[in-house]
Nanobody, 126 residues
Framework: VQLQASGGGLVQAGASLRLSCAAS????????MGWFRQAPGKEREFVAA????????NYADSVKGRFAISRTNAQNTVYLQMSSLKPEDTAVYYC????????????????????WGQGTQVTVSS
């Protein structure tokens, strides 16, 4: 699976952005998906995850209520809708895929993901 993230940019605090992650291959629905981010000098951290079916989602406390993850299996794409952005959301955002047998499982742990995209920069100015 190859993942291509896009949609990052420079925005002001309070703005919204939607990130997209397009996956190659015909087995996208076999993967639970996640978004992570990494700010300069910090470790990569979990942001949001979605199950294979899209019916289960999970969020980091820092983004709960502001971010929404979704997926369209027919288009091999997962999205991260980000609202009410804050300067502390500034980071490189990565999408990741976890081969998953269970349709409702979400994955929060970096090490459990099998494939990673290249990242897209999100910068939020104050």
């Amino acid at each position: 699976v190859q993942l291509q993230a896009s949609g990052g940019g420079l925005v002001q605090a309070g703005a919204s952005l939607r990130l997209s992650c397009a996956a190659s291959g015909r087995t996208f629905s076999s993967y639970a998906m996640g978004w992570f981010r990494q700010a300069p000098g910090k470790e990569r951290e979990f942001v949001a995850a979605i199950s294979r079916s899209g019916g289960t989602t999970n969020y980091a406390d820092s983004v709960k209520g502001r971010f929404a993850i979704s997926r369209t299996n027919a288009q091999n794409t997962v999205y991260l809708q980000m609202s009410s952005l804050k300067p502390e959301d500034t980071a490189v955002y990565y999408c990741a895929a976890n081969f998953q047998r269970l349709p409702r499982t979400v994955v929060r742990t970096t090490s459990e993901y099998d494939y990673w995209g290249q990242g897209t920069q999100v910068t939020v100015s104050s």
